[in-house]
Antibody
Framework: EVQLVESGGGLVQPGRSLKLSCAAS????????MAWVRQAPTKGLEWVAS????????YYRDSVKGRFTISRDNAKSTLYLQMDSLRSEDTATYYC???????WGQGTLVTVSS | DIVMTQAPLSVSVTPGESASISCRSS???????????VYWYLQKPGKSPQLLIY???NLASGVPDRFSGSGSETDFTLKISRVEAEDVGIYYC?????????FGSGTKLEIK
């Protein structure tokens, strides 16, 4: 059974950093591109970033470029999202998802507030 | 960026009846490989989104065949036949053709 389990969310002040993790199991992690998608409270889905199987190619939405870094450790079957210089508008539930968004984690809530 | 426009904003359906949700993209989602990169997702209340339809018309694993997807290069439809109470939630279309990947704003399905 495919499982994606996010962790690392919480309350953080504007300008600070947070690192999210997503532990994958039930499939060969290194064979799949992965992504982060977020959902602000009561809002729709918003793609944040994607990473290729080997980690050599990464893609970001404009509003997080230069602030967020997606990475992966295939040996640990884990996806990461390093979030720096956080803003109030980054407040959302962050989901990790497998290529095509066929599988999603349960999400982890990030709240950016003073 | 490719804009995905969904309609209606919400729909109320009697159990056993059908429902259709439309999605329009601002650019053709037909790739040169012949695949149309539009996907449909359902987010049930309090849950993560789940994949329903991939590449416009392919039913995802475990999804009842009451769900079907169709369309052209820019206009797409999700049809739900014989709506059941478990189908309530917000339906999103999304395009996976190019970055930034984008989603429609969602259609809320309620049961009468």
């Amino acid at each position: 059974e495919v499982q994606l389990v996010e962790s690392g969310g919480g309350l953080v002040q504007p300008g600070r950093s947070l690192k999210l993790s997503c532990a994958a199991s039930g499939f060969t992690f290194s064979n799949y591109d992965m992504a982060w998608v977020r959902q602000a409270p009561t809002k729709g889905l918003e793609w944040v970033a994607s990473i290729s199987t080997g980690g050599g190619n990464t893609y970001y939405r404009d509003s997080v470029k230069g602030r967020f870094t997606i990475s992966r450790d295939n040996a640990k079957s884990t996806l990461y999202l390093q979030m720096d210089s956080l803003r109030s508008e980054d407040t959302a539930t962050y989901y990790c998802a497998r290529r095509g968004f066929a599988y999603w984690g349960q999400g982890t809530l990030v709240t950016v507030s003073s | 960026d490719i804009v995905m426009t969904q309609a209606p904003l919400s729909v109320s359906v009697t159990p056993g009846e059908s429902a259709s949700i439309s999605c329009r993209s601002s650019k053709s989602l037909l790739h040169s490989n012949g695949i149309t990169y539009v996907y449909w997702y359902l987010q049930k209340p309090g849950k993560s989104p789940q994949l329903l339809i991939y590449r416009m018309s392919n039913l995802a694993s475990g999804v009842p065949d009451r769900f079907s997807g169709s369309g052209s290069e820019t206009d797409f439809t999700l049809k739900i036949s014989r709506v059941e109470a478990e189908d309530v939630g917000i339906y999103y279309c999304g395009q996976l053709l190019e970055n930034p990947l984008t989603f429609g704003s969602g259609t809320k399905l309620e049961i009468k």
